[in-house]
């Protein structure tokens, strides 16, 4: 994950953020759902 997002990066900043924002939102709801299960 970490990679892509670096590699994304060097092709263009307002790419680069995009992708690296849509993964922030991936791994927050991630450990949502996570925590989510956990309290089940």
Do not use: H, N, Y
């Not at 990066?9 to 849509?22: A, C, N, P, R």
């Amino acid at each position: 994950m970490g990679a892509e997002g670096v590699g994304a990066d060097t092709e263009g900043v307002g790419e680069g953020e995009l992708i690296e924002g849509s993964w922030l939102v991936e791994w927050v709801g991630e450990e949502l759902l996570l925590a989510a299960m956990a309290e089940r």
